[in-house]
Nanobody
């Protein structure tokens, strides 16, 4: 299984970005997907998650109301729409896949596969 993120970049505070993550290699299992981020000098933290069919989502308190996670129609792509970005959102963003299709929570140890990360930088 391989995960490839894209969509990161530099944006001014208040702006928007949409991250994408494409899963390939095992299209027969329904993976739950999570987004995590790691800022400079910080630990990796949970941002958002979605179950394998895209019906249920979860968000960190710091991004509720600003970020939205969704799945593409083919279930192999997951998106993270980020609005009203703040400088404190600056981080490397990672997507992760959980073979337990209904686990999309905060514990990174529960995820089985990780992408390489994409940098998001928000300037003030």
């Amino acid at each position: 299984v391989e995960l490839i993120e894209s969509g990161g970049g530099l944006v001014q505070a208040g702006g928007s970005l949409r991250l994408s993550c494409v899963l390939s290699g095992d299209m027969f299992r329904g993976y739950a997907m999570g987004w995590f981020r790691q800022g400079p000098g910080k630990e990796r933290e949970f941002v958002a998650g979605v179950n394998w069919i895209g019906a249920t989502t979860e968000y960190a308190d710091s991004v509720k109301g600003r970020f939205a996670v969704s799945r593409g129609s083919g279930k192999s792509t997951v998106y993270l729409q980020m609005n009203s970005l703040k400088p404190e959102d600056t981080a490397v963003y990672f997507c992760a896949a959980s073979a337990d299709g209904n686990y999309f929570g905060m514990n990174p140890a529960e995820y089985d596969y990780w992408g390489q990360g994409t940098q998001v930088t928000v300037s003030s």
